[in-house]
């Protein structure tokens, strides 16, 4: 049997070119859609306790009011401050809360800045944020009060699944964010400022704040769960229209992650 020496280095030839090709043409960019899904049901987990821990403290707040007098029996020292009953479960309330409020703050600024990510993959066409400024704003003080919702109204409206990839337009209700994103971002803020007035005034040792704690918890409560139930829409509709949107699109193969390459080899009749 004789061994067609031509033929078999014209077939490794063609394999090392092929090679070369289909090396050079694969797009290894990491920019590709990962559905935030996973990551919103955390953020929303965390804001759905936070929401439950407000309306423990809004119904002991409301305890403060009716029953300020309240105080820890068992606690009790002869010459020593009584203690409020009612502040002391706010207390741990908060030790309770913090956290849990810490957990959905890392996840939520991790859900928002993979889908911000997720809006090159989705051909928008007016970033005017990166990814890492996404996050990055919430931590500048006095820009944190308009930048974060500028950020998440951008994340909005690139996210819009009636996007035409041909046209390059967004549907007529795309422009703007809705206006619960607004209430949101308004409550957020209250929410803020009166926990920050709640912890000054808190003092279980002080029987003569446990009234006047009491109606800012209760005001605090309030604003902190209508903010928290906002929040949960916002997370859950954004990533419901980034779904929507890729799918529109149909598969963005060259923004996925690239397959293995393929070498198709011509056949050689045996010598």
Known sequence: MSVNRSGTQTHFTYIHD???K??????????????VKSLSL???????????????????????IISPDSIVESFAVEGEPDTSFWQLLQGLVYLLQLPVYIFTIVFFLIWLNRAHKNLA???????EFSSGWAVGWWFIPFANLVKPYQVMQEVWRESDPDFDAGSG?????AGTAPG???LWWAFWIISNIFSNICSRVYDPENM??????????????IVSIIAAVLAIKVVRDITRRQDERYENLG??????????PSFDTPNYAQA
């Open 42 to 64: 955390f953020a929303v987990g965390g804001l759905a306790v936070i929401a439950a821990c407000q309306l423990l403290a809004l119904f002991f707040g409301l305890g403060q």
């Open 18 to 20: 092929n090679f070369k």
């Open 180 to 182: 619960y994103m607004s």
């Open 251 to 260: 598969p963005l193969n060259e923004n996925q992650p690239p397959s293995p």
């Open 169 to 173: 337009f967004l549907s007529n209700s």
């Open 208 to 221: 003569s704040t446990v009234a006047i704690s009491g109606y800012l918890f209760v005001i605090t409560g």
């Open 22 to 35: 289909n090396l050079m043409s694969v797009n290894y960019s990491t920019d590709f859609y990962r559905s």
């Open 121 to 127: 993959p989705l051909r928008a066409q007016n970033m």
